[in-house]
């Protein structure tokens, strides 16, 4: 009897489990096929994932709407979708930094915390879904800045990986002046990437842009003008090469990838695409480099919501909830080279082996900042890509302090609007 009453407690337990999700997610209506947009899948691991779930529930297959690569351009499709009320989408793949407009718009329904297994996922994670109080999302990759480098370059000249911007500065230019090649790259085009770029660099110098709720302008001038001084100084003394004034995401990661740059500052995803590249087995990834030791990334990723319009809301959470699972969770990683939400899978020695990567990118995730939780996140990325952008364009006329300071009375009107 001893014996099998724990298994009989198990068993009422998870049954009891089951029927309290089942009570969670009973208040959505709707079954049958319904829609996953997201941005546009540039490594191909995203398909072979869905089909695995359309195997096993072929009356509620899902079909993927991938919306362009840049994420302003995925929200402006997405919110034109979201105003005309179209029920064309019904799991939305957010960026995390889209939750507190999209929760306050009312274009995502709020869902049950119970429902999912939150507290097995890295915490700053799961605050990039909480808005108000409330869970409108749930995480499913995370993402922050890694910096890639050229190991085998930086092994001639004796060189360890960078921890400050002054060892970064000095290697990048060492190896731009004797092997030709570009010293160093972020994403400079003038768009949400280059926002989270300048904002790493206000983070790595001890600084911040806005209050963690959104509701203040917080920043210090002269640790805002050296982390954008640190840029431009880059431009100026060519280390940083001009071409990347145009580099999103996938134009850095072919650069590296390509031989073209010593260092740059990208996504995890751009590790699996690199091992297969000219540069091969020559490169290794770090934490990316600040004023006076590790800096911080912004912290990046996608949750996945539930679109208020949705006729088909139950089948639509009963798939949140399988495709944020552990298994799947392992698949993102090992078939897409995306940082999973799950803590457990940055330990597991398996993956650690094929993704030596994992320990220094969970530091990262665990060390980054979010973006402020602000209604109005898209005007004020918006003002901070244009200034930042003129300030790293030549003739390079404008003053650090000056385009700081601008740039700062123009978020304070926005915060002020909302």
Known sequence: MRRLLPVALAVLVTAGCSTAVAQKTERFGGSGPFTLVTGRDTTGYLQPLLDRWNETHPGERVTLLELPEAADEQRAQMVANLQAKSDRYDVLGLDVVWTAEFADAGWILPLERGAFPLDRFLPPVVDT?????????????????????????????GFKPPRTWAELREQARTLHDKYDIGGYAGQFLAYEGLTVNFAEAVQSAGGQILSRDGTQVTMDVAKAKTGLDFLAGGFREGWIPQESLSFKEEESRLAFQEGRLAFARNWPHAYGPATTSAVGDKFGVTRLPGLNGPGSSSLGGVNLALSAYSKRQKSAVEFIRYFTGLENQRRVLADGSFPPVWAELYDDPGLIKRFPY???LKQSILSARPRPASANYNQVSLVIASAVSNALTPPFTEAGDDVVTSMKGQLNEIIRAQ
Do not use: E, F, H, I
């Not at 879904?129 to 092994?155: I, Q």
């Open 129 to 157: 879904a909480v808005y108000r109080d409330k869970l409108w999302a749930v995480p499913y990759t995370s993402n922050a800045g890694l910096l890639y480098y050229r190991k085998d370059l930086l092994a001639k000249q």
């Open 358 to 360: 994992l320990p220094v």
